[in-house]
């Protein structure tokens, strides 16, 4: 198995199926878990030194914080409703509980957190929604939390890609700190297909091939990209769905496209 390839496990106590931290991946900035809660269920947790972006992939749930309580949120019981989901956003260093009101997928986003913002609720009518590209390089974009909205470190967004296209295309990289033109970004993706007993494919690859992994990625699995561009395809059938994570010394996201491929978008 590929190393840049994580796949879901059977859910512990609190529901978590996936988990990929700092050092599982060998890198210093983005956290990921993804959590399958059944209605009642509860997940308690401290977010530490890390802020958090709790994402509602799908269901319902109340989530407290201290004195913020955010009853029975959520409105997508399905991710490829795509509607805009609920979220929230927590710093470092609290306490918070998630209970589950309807069967429940949840995301839970972490990086470095400095805490310089308070909890607070991001809903959908907060969500920039946007298109890119054009025909099978069409996709579908919901900025969850973009650089321009307050955080210290996360950027989330998630990407609907339509059956046969492509998405982070041409292949594109953001691994050098080289501000206003590249950032340095660490970056995990969370694919869910439609049909579930599809797959779509992901490429990470460097100009000099050190790094050069191709693979066939599953309902639920997640995609590491430490450094290098990071295609991804859906396969004809399959509508693909990834949740980004990304996070990097500087809160910026600038990327440079593969000079081999620039050309697409330069017609």
Request: aromatic share 8%; charged share 25%; net charge negative.
């Amino acid at each position: 198995m590929t190393s840049l390839l994580v796949r879901p496990n059977k859910a512990d106590a609190q529901g978590k199926v996936l988990e990929v931290t700092p050092e599982s991946a060998g890198w210093e900035h983005v956290g990921f878990r993804v959590h399958k809660l059944a209605k009642g269920q509860r997940l308690e947790a401290n977010t530490e030194d890390r802020e958090h972006c709790l994402v509602l992939v799908s269901g319902r749930a109340t989530v407290t914080c201290g004195e913020h309580r955010w009853e029975d949120i959520g409105e997508r019981m399905d991710v490829f409703e795509k509607v805009a989901p609920y979220s929230v956003y927590l710093p470092n260093g609290v306490s918070y509980s998630v209970e589950a009101t309807t069967e429940l997928e949840l995301a839970v986003c972490s990086a470095p957190g400095f805490g310089n913002h308070e909890p607070r609720l991001i809903s959908p009518d907060q969500v920039k929604r946007s298109t890119r590209g054009s025909g099978t390089n069409t996709r579908h974009i919901q900025d969850i939390l973009p650089e321009t909205e307050p955080a210290d470190s996360l950027l989330v967004v998630e990407v609907f890609t339509p059956p046969g296209n492509w998405s982070s295309y041409p292949p594109h990289k953001h691994d050098v700190d080289d501000l206003p033109n590249e950032s340095k970004l660490e970056e995990t993706y969370y694919h869910r297909l439609n049909p579930s007993q599809g797959f779509a494919f992901q490429r990470v690859y460097t100009d000099d091939r050190s790094l050069d992994e191709s693979m066939a990625v599953d309902n639920g699995c997640c995609v590491l990209v430490p450094r290098g561009y990071h295609p991804a395809g859906a396969p004809h059938g399959y509508e693909l769905y990834y949740l980004n994570v990304m996070a990097g010394p500087k809160r910026a996201w600038k990327f440079t496209n593969d000079p081999d491929h620039d050309w697409i978008v330069k017609q």
